[in-house]
């Protein structure tokens, strides 16, 4: 591996790192404003609006983004003939999504359990052509590991409630605020992208190229399909079958808590796929990235998962308010099953992709899916507190499905992927315990925050303990400095 390829992925994941953090940082603040001043039932209602919009997104990429990123090409006037081709697809697939989500939005809207809200959701639709403007120019940095400029314009983007939702939600717009602010949001993201981009969409069109990114992006958008439906099937039914006061719950404490669990992940997963992608041809190294990237998000994850799932009440209470005390055991519970999922299986998708084979993607979303949706449907019988916790744990039965076909059929060594994260692991459930055993003394507020550090230190001390653990603490110490080129350069030397 060349300097110039080691640097380009320092200076990446340095540049993601930032970014997810600020935006990880920003957007629970906000939330956390936006909670105070808005009822659990304006969530809801957005949560459905947002399942239509996410689904029709997917149809406006049609999976160019993963193909831009992962295809090698044999210089940059084909790499932006590419580029164009997929733009001008994307942008007429959203006219045609968004014509017909407006003349169908009645029916949409009480097929999503909003009935009367046709126009809501027309109109939060007008993000779709807005999307096909930024999406190309995302794909070019990503591929090119320009996550600087990334940066700039995610941290506008987290910075627009401030000035836009929130603004709104005090003058008592409602769910209005939180739907004018996102598309003010896709706005803004069109513009700075597009300005700042190298490359600037141009009259060209050719179908050879089409039929040959579709070979490789129809199984991408496939794959984005099934993803869809494990995300958001437990919002179906939750919206047809219960309160829009229990989907704002339930959605609300799963985004807050993705939005925390993913700080992490979500800062390594758009440069690790980047350098899977460049590196799908020599093995050892690919493996070797892998690795280096699952250790180091098993520092962090596997204990924020544990001390969220045992501190899910004052969670609550900081990030929500008073009002949402209901949202605690989704939080909790949440939280601990995303932590076990996104050390052992967050990644998986990301392999598939970088070796060219997303139909194993596909697959292994579909065979979840099968068990998925039962338990759903079954579970929903029984009320909400059922649902809530058996769509956490089937989550499990997923991550089985992707490790089985990672070691099937890509030869992966699944049996590495746990030993590689034991010490880990074990850390945090002796964290755990200990964490319980604080519990018992008080539940007081302060005693609560203080209980929290001394886990936190006991946890490092127990990690150090591990062979070999210590340097790797050095390690992800000295990766957040400027300039050192630790952590992830070690697998690419």
């Given at each position: 591996m060349s300097d110039r390829m080691k640097d380009k992925v320092i200076n990446a994941t340095k540049w993601s790192s930032i970014t997810e953090i600020t935006a990880k940082i920003v957007s629970p603040i906000t939330n956390m404003?936006?909670?105070?001043?808005?009822?659990?039932?304006?969530?809801?209602?957005?949560?459905?609006?947002?399942?239509?919009?996410?689904?029709?997104e997917m149809f406006t990429d049609s999976g160019f983004q993963k193909y831009l990123v992962q295809h090698e090409f044999e210089s940059d006037e084909e790499r932006y003939q590419n580029a164009n081709v997929a733009f001008w697809t994307n942008f007429f697939i959203s006219i045609i999504l968004w014509g017909i989500i407006t003349l169908f939005r009645d029916q949409l809207a009480e097929m999503v359990g909003n009935p009367g809200l046709g126009n809501v959701v027309a109109i939060a639709c007008f993000q779709l052509p807005l999307s096909s403007f930024s999406s190309i120019q995302m794909a070019l940095y990503r591929r090119d590991f320009d996550f600087k400029t990334l940066f700039l314009v995610r941290i506008v983007a987290v910075c627009v409630p401030f000035f836009v939702t929130i603004p709104l939600a005090l003058l008592g717009l409602n769910y209005w605020a939180l739907i004018i602010g996102t598309i003010f949001m896709k706005i803004l993201n069109a513009v700075i992208l597009t300005v700042k981009s190298p490359w600037k969409p141009q009259l060209f069109f050719k179908v050879s190229i089409l039929k040959e990114m579709l070979s490789f992006s129809i199984w991408s958008l496939i794959e984005a399909i099934s993803i869809w439906f494990t995300q958001w099937i437990d919002v179906f039914i939750i919206s047809n079958l219960l309160t829009q006061y229990y989907l704002g719950i339930y959605k609300t404490s799963t985004t807050m808590v993705n939005s925390v669990m993913s700080l992490i992940a979500a800062s390594t997963v758009p440069v690790l796929f980047s350098a899977l992608s460049r590196l799908q041809n020599n093995p050892e190294k690919f493996n070797s990235m892998y690795f280096t990237v699952q250790r180091y998000v098993s520092i962090l994850v596997f204990p924020l998962g544990v001390g969220i799932y045992l501190y899910s009440d004052l969670a609550t209470q900081i990030f929500l308010g008073n009002k949402w005390n209901e949202a605690s055991n989704v939080i909790g519970i949440w939280a601990l099953t995303s932590a076990i999922m996104i050390v052992l299986g967050h990644f998986n998708s990301e392999v598939f992709r970088a070796k060219g084979r997303p139909k194993l993607s596909f697959l292994s979303q579909v065979l979840h899916l099968v068990i998925l949706v039962p338990v759903c449907i079954i579970s929903s019988n029984y009320g909400f507190w059922p649902l809530v916790y058996s769509r956490a744990w089937v989550r499990i039965q997923g991550l089985l499905v992707g490790m089985a076909i990672m070691k099937w059929c890509i030869k992966f060594p699944i049996e590495k992927v746990f030993m590689n994260v034991m010490p880990t692991f074990i850390s945090s459930v002796l964290m755990g315990i200990l964490a319980y055993l604080l519990r018992q003394i008080s539940m007081n507020v302060i005693w609560s925050i203080i209980s929290i550090f001394v886990c936190a230190i006991f946890y490092f001390c127990v990690l150090s303990l591990f062979p070999g653990m210590k340097e790797e603490l050095l390690k992800l110490l000295e990766k957040v400095i400027p300039n050192r080129k630790a952590g992830i350069t070690e697998c690419l030397k």
């Amino acid at each position: 591996m060349s300097d110039r390829m080691k640097d380009k992925v320092i200076n990446a994941t340095k540049w993601s790192s930032i970014t997810e953090i600020t935006a990880k940082i920003v957007s629970p603040i906000t939330n956390m404003i936006l909670a105070r001043i808005l009822a659990p039932e304006a969530f809801g209602v957005v949560a459905t609006v947002t399942m239509i919009v996410s689904f029709a997104e997917m149809f406006t990429d049609s999976g160019f983004q993963k193909y831009l990123v992962q295809h090698e090409f044999e210089s940059d006037e084909e790499r932006y003939q590419n580029a164009n081709v997929a733009f001008w697809t994307n942008f007429f697939i959203s006219i045609i999504l968004w014509g017909i989500i407006t003349l169908f939005r009645d029916q949409l809207a009480e097929m999503v359990g909003n009935p009367g809200l046709g126009n809501v959701v027309a109109i939060a639709c007008f993000q779709l052509p807005l999307s096909s403007f930024s999406s190309i120019q995302m794909a070019l940095y990503r591929r090119d590991f320009d996550f600087k400029t990334l940066f700039l314009v995610r941290i506008v983007a987290v910075c627009v409630p401030f000035f836009v939702t929130i603004p709104l939600a005090l003058l008592g717009l409602n769910y209005w605020a939180l739907i004018i602010g996102t598309i003010f949001m896709k706005i803004l993201n069109a513009v700075i992208l597009t300005v700042k981009s190298p490359w600037k969409p141009q009259l060209f069109f050719k179908v050879s190229i089409l039929k040959e990114m579709l070979s490789f992006s129809i199984w991408s958008l496939i794959e984005a399909i099934s993803i869809w439906f494990t995300q958001w099937i437990d919002v179906f039914i939750i919206s047809n079958l219960l309160t829009q006061y229990y989907l704002g719950i339930y959605k609300t404490s799963t985004t807050m808590v993705n939005s925390v669990m993913s700080l992490i992940a979500a800062s390594t997963v758009p440069v690790l796929f980047s350098a899977l992608s460049r590196l799908q041809n020599n093995p050892e190294k690919f493996n070797s990235m892998y690795f280096t990237v699952q250790r180091y998000v098993s520092i962090l994850v596997f204990p924020l998962g544990v001390g969220i799932y045992l501190y899910s009440d004052l969670a609550t209470q900081i990030f929500l308010g008073n009002k949402w005390n209901e949202a605690s055991n989704v939080i909790g519970i949440w939280a601990l099953t995303s932590a076990i999922m996104i050390v052992l299986g967050h990644f998986n998708s990301e392999v598939f992709r970088a070796k060219g084979r997303p139909k194993l993607s596909f697959l292994s979303q579909v065979l979840h899916l099968v068990i998925l949706v039962p338990v759903c449907i079954i579970s929903s019988n029984y009320g909400f507190w059922p649902l809530v916790y058996s769509r956490a744990w089937v989550r499990i039965q997923g991550l089985l499905v992707g490790m089985a076909i990672m070691k099937w059929c890509i030869k992966f060594p699944i049996e590495k992927v746990f030993m590689n994260v034991m010490p880990t692991f074990i850390s945090s459930v002796l964290m755990g315990i200990l964490a319980y055993l604080l519990r018992q003394i008080s539940m007081n507020v302060i005693w609560s925050i203080i209980s929290i550090f001394v886990c936190a230190i006991f946890y490092f001390c127990v990690l150090s303990l591990f062979p070999g653990m210590k340097e790797e603490l050095l390690k992800l110490l000295e990766k957040v400095i400027p300039n050192r080129k630790a952590g992830i350069t070690e697998c690419l030397k």
